[in-house]
C-alpha cells in the first residue's frame, strides 16, 4: 500500500508552524497535522485540554518548499506506481469542505483488488467509481512536478556535478517555456530549502509568503 506524494515534510514544519501560532512546544499534548475531514485541520490538543484548529487549506500552502527533504525534489513517482493499492486526497474545491475523510483510491492488481472488495463486503469501507480523469486533475500540480519537470531538473543538477539516485521512470515532455519556469522553480525549491533549515532565517518566510502572493495576482 502507497499514498499519493508530491513531498514529505521535516520536523521543522511543525516547529515552524507551532511558533507561528504562538504556541510552545511544551504546550502540546497531541498534535495531528491532518484530522476532521477532507483536507481537514491541524488539530492541537494542550495541556491545559484546550483544542486549536488550523484549517490545512490556511497554514500548509505558507511553508510552502521550506521544510521539504532534499530527497523529495528527486523523487518521480507521485501515485505510488509500484503499490498494489494507493490512496490519496481530492485536492478540488467540491472536496474542500467534506466532513467524512474522503479517499481516492487506485487498485493495480488482482490482489489489491479482492482485498478492498473484502473491506467493502464487511461493512469497514464504502466504495464508489470516479472517472480516473478527476483523480488526475485533483493532483495536477504533483503531476507537473513528478512527470514534466523531474527530468530536466535532473539535468540540471547533474550540470552541476550533484550525485543524483538511478532510477527508471516514464516522463512526459517538457516545452521551452516549461524549462524556463522548471529552471526558476528549481532554483527557488532549493533557496527556501536552505532557509528552513536555519531556524534564524524563519521570519523570512513570512515576508518571502507575501512576496509570492503579490506575483499571484
Same mark, same amino acid.
Given at each position: 500500500?502507497?499514498?499519493?506524494?508530491?513531498?514529505?515534510?521535516?520536523?521543522?514544519?511543525?516547529?515552524?508552524?507551532?511558533?507561528?501560532?504562538?504556541?510552545?512546544?511544551?504546550?502540546?499534548?497531541?498534535?495531528?497535522?491532518?484530522?476532521?475531514?477532507?483536507?481537514?485541520?491541524?488539530?492541537?490538543?494542550?495541556?491545559?485540554?484546550?483544542?486549536?484548529?488550523?484549517?490545512?487549506?490556511?497554514?500548509?500552502?505558507?511553508?510552502?518548499?521550506?521544510?521539504?527533504?532534499?530527497?523529495?525534489?528527486?523523487?518521480?513517482?507521485?501515485?505510488?506506481?509500484?503499490?498494489?493499492?494507493?490512496?490519496?486526497?481530492?485536492?478540488?474545491?467540491?472536496?474542500?469542505?467534506?466532513?467524512?475523510?474522503?479517499?481516492?483510491?487506485?487498485?493495480?492488481?488482482?490482489?489489491?483488488?479482492?482485498?478492498?472488495?473484502?473491506?467493502?463486503?464487511?461493512?469497514? +469501507?464504502?466504495?464508489?467509481?470516479?472517472?480516473?480523469? =478527476? !483523480?488526475?486533475?485533483?493532483? /495536477?500540480?504533483?503531476?507537473?512536478? $513528478? *512527470?514534466?519537470?523531474?527530468?530536466?531538473?535532473?539535468?540540471?543538477?547533474?550540470?552541476?556535478?550533484?550525485?543524483?539516485?538511478?532510477?527508471?521512470?516514464?516522463?512526459?515532455?517538457?516545452?521551452?517555456?516549461?524549462?524556463?519556469?522548471?529552471?526558476?522553480?528549481?532554483?527557488?525549491?532549493?533557496?527556501?530549502?536552505? +532557509?528552513?533549515?536555519?531556524?534564524?532565517?524563519?521570519? =523570512? !518566510?513570512?515576508?518571502?509568503? /507575501?512576496?509570492?502572493?503579490?506575483? $499571484? *495576482?
Amino acid at each position: 500500500m502507497g499514498i499519493y506524494c508530491s513531498s514529505n515534510r521535516t520536523f521543522g514544519a511543525t516547529k515552524y508552524l507551532l511558533k507561528s501560532f504562538g504556541v510552545s512546544e511544551k504546550e502540546v499534548k497531541n498534535l495531528s497535522y491532518r484530522d476532521e475531514g477532507c483536507l481537514g485541520n491541524m488539530v492541537l490538543k494542550l495541556n491545559n485540554d484546550k483544542v486549536r484548529r488550523y484549517p490545512y487549506k490556511d497554514y500548509y500552502p505558507k511553508i510552502r518548499s521550506f521544510f521539504v527533504p532534499y530527497r523529495c525534489t528527486l523523487c518521480a513517482d507521485h501515485f505510488a506506481e509500484l503499490a498494489d493499492i494507493s490512496f490519496g486526497d481530492i485536492h478540488i474545491p467540491e472536496f474542500w469542505n467534506d466532513k467524512v475523510g474522503t479517499t481516492s483510491v487506485i487498485a493495480r492488481s488482482e490482489r489489491g483488488m479482492n482485498l478492498l472488495s473484502s473491506a467493502m463486503n464487511q461493512g469497514i +469501507i464504502v466504495l464508489n467509481k470516479v472517472d480516473k480523469e =478527476l !483523480i488526475i486533475k485533483s493532483q /495536477k500540480w504533483g503531476l507537473i512536478k $513528478k *512527470k514534466r519537470q523531474i527530468t530536466f531538473r535532473f539535468s540540471l543538477l547533474k550540470f552541476f556535478g550533484i550525485r543524483l539516485p538511478e532510477c527508471d521512470f516514464t516522463t512526459l515532455p517538457i516545452s521551452k517555456t516549461e524549462k524556463i519556469k522548471t529552471l526558476i522553480s528549481t532554483a527557488i525549491l532549493y533557496i527556501e530549502i536552505w +532557509i528552513g533549515k536555519r531556524a534564524f532565517l524563519w521570519p =523570512l !518566510i513570512k515576508y518571502l509568503n /507575501k512576496t509570492a502572493e503579490m506575483f $499571484k *495576482k
